[in-house]
């Protein structure tokens, strides 16, 4: 079982896969994998998987075979794994306990060359559809306290696999991050009494110039603080704070701008490796009036240097305002 | 002038860069940087660099020629600019200042082909001793909070120059996450009126179970909780706050356990790309008591993807204990 550990200092949380532990030959040397092999994820070779968690099919075709739109399975090497009790144990300084959570792989079409640059707004829907399905199923085990959901997409994003898919991580604990986050946006509220979030979406529709698409319900933007070059953020006009409670035409809203705004990004920067996560509230936390979900989009275009490592802070060579313009020029 | 922008939910800052600011067309291909062009950084070619701040070189030498061992210079493409006032401004919810600092870069040999890999002893601490006297002038300008000094080697860590330098930031703000560092240490301090680093060191050194190595001063061990594979940091046993305060003999101390460290990551990992950062408590705080200076050395074997971007929270497929396990039987 993979096991997380927390610096005492910081309070980060790491996983340590016991269990797939490499040795530092696995390191020597890059190996490009080429795929000759089978792609596990295409329609047809659902046997090579493991068996499905759900999915969006034909009427008729069954579980396990093909027929499907989008297919969630567990994933193969997780990081986290689903059975077992959390076991909360320390060692004097440092605390620790098992690797207890879940990690799906969503499997986001058929078809191996698909992706956001082919995607209909129909199929991104159903994507959508099938992540808040998910949410809603795993947010109910009281031992998770936060839902990840994110997309790697090019190796230089991390993704192992070519085949277009998505993961979600349901974790224990509530990550650094998103702590931080809902940690900050706690003490906006009490010093302001008004969501941070809703501030901003304000101020970037009143100011325009980092807006890179909107629609009735979403706004797309560059945000003030870019870290990276073209980093963009897609955030529901009004107050929301739980990804999981998007519904009925919001879910069609969702889509209509993710697929404008990935499109802008692919067409504008020549395919890009990105990156995006959902970020949303934690599971047990009140955040109603506080937080405000959101998906920050991050092409990974520089490389992230000791600089930003040891310091947090970040280096960007591309002025946001700019950003939102290329993207915003750059029509379909 | 560079600009320094603050997220409102995070308290994160970036640096923007307003004048070397690229187009989306510079990120569209990869251009490998072909060092056919005279290499700026080795010696004989001092002309084609900015004037140096400062070398140790031979007596009789002159600044701006060759004889030097080690030599700094201000970066040609500086991150913050040494000249202007912070001029601290505002707009609705964001805060932002000038990005007034110093940039500089420290070349760690005359000779292009040097490195942690052949470095003597004597040149470590020649290379240490220059960390210092730079780090010293820098503290006493009131406008900056931070110096953060760390070492980019190979260019998956995201280094420009294959000539072995080291880089110097001198930061109008402490970056967030030495501000988390040291807000953790001090919450420690409060609770148990004893220095978390000192807790670590001494458990660390009672279990052995991750130790790398141990000379009378230091200690190099694999953290507990580390991110990546084989991460390595190296402390001093006693208590001392901050590394601007290093001297005498705690120089050479330092430079012989990075000596041994550097070659075992080297040779264990087959020179992998890594970063290292010296960790070190803020110019204006008076940390004396709680922090502990520190340097994180990081091999960058793994990519670092959407997950551990999104929450914080990373996964490490090497365990720590087996990771100084192979570094301390990998003997030289």
Known sequence: MPQLRKDPVTKRWVIILHEQAKKPSDFHTVHPKKQKIKCPFCAGNEALTTPEVMSYRAPETLPNQAGWEVRVIPNKYPALEIEGELDRTGIGV????????????IIESPNHEDGFH???VEQIARIIRTYTDRYRDLRRDRRFRYILIFKNHGSAAGASLDHPH????????????????????????????RCVFCDIIRQELSSGERIVHENEQFVAFAPFASRFPF???????????SFGDIEGNEIEALASIMHSTLRKLIKTLDDPPFNYIIHTSPCDEHCTE???????????????AGFEWGSGFYINPVVPEQAARFLVENKE
């Open 94 to 105: 440092y605390d620790m306990m098992n690797g207890v959570g879940a990690h799906e792989v």
């Open 118 to 120: 082919n995607y209909s």
């Open 166 to 193: 998505s993961q979600l991580i349901a974790t224990p604990i509530i990550p650094k991050r998103a702590m931080e986050e809902v940690e900050g946006a706690k003490r906006y509220y009490y010093y302001k009494e």
């Open 231 to 241: 980093e963009t953020w897609i955030a529901p006009k009004e107050h929301r704070d």
């Open 290 to 304: 506080y937080f405000h979900w959101h998906i920050e989009i991050m092409p990974r275009l520089t490389k992230v």
